[in-house]
């Protein structure tokens, strides 16, 4: 990971459905809406992935900079060594 690691702060389940309905209670499990308590319709899959896929292409048109300091405590990876060890893991997969 680099100072220009993407690292999303807003992309989620989360916050697509706080956009979609503000102040709904719900719950979620497997991708299924298990508690789902409003007066308003529960949304879509689509609606919500929609969501989400704006969410994601406003965080990317940010140019955000991370420090290093910054990005080892969201990842919780504090050496390089670590960092390539990570990442050679992920390619044997």
């Not at 298990?34 to 689509?46: F, L």
């Not at 969201?74 to 060890?85: A, K, M, P, R």
């Amino acid at each position: 990971m680099t100072e220009e690691t993407k690292i999303y702060q807003l992309y989620g389940i989360n916050t697509a459905m706080h956009l979609l309905r503000p102040g709904a209670r719900w719950e979620i499990s497997n991708r299924d809406i298990t508690v789902w308590e409003d007066e308003r319709p529960c949304p879509t899959w689509e609606e919500i992935d929609d969501t989400m896929e704006k969410i994601k292409q406003f965080e990317d048109s940010i140019n955000t900079i991370w420090t290093k300091k910054q990005i080892q405590e969201i990842t919780g990876i504090f050496e390089s060594d670590d960092l390539q060890e990570v990442s050679e893991d992920q390619s044997q997969e």
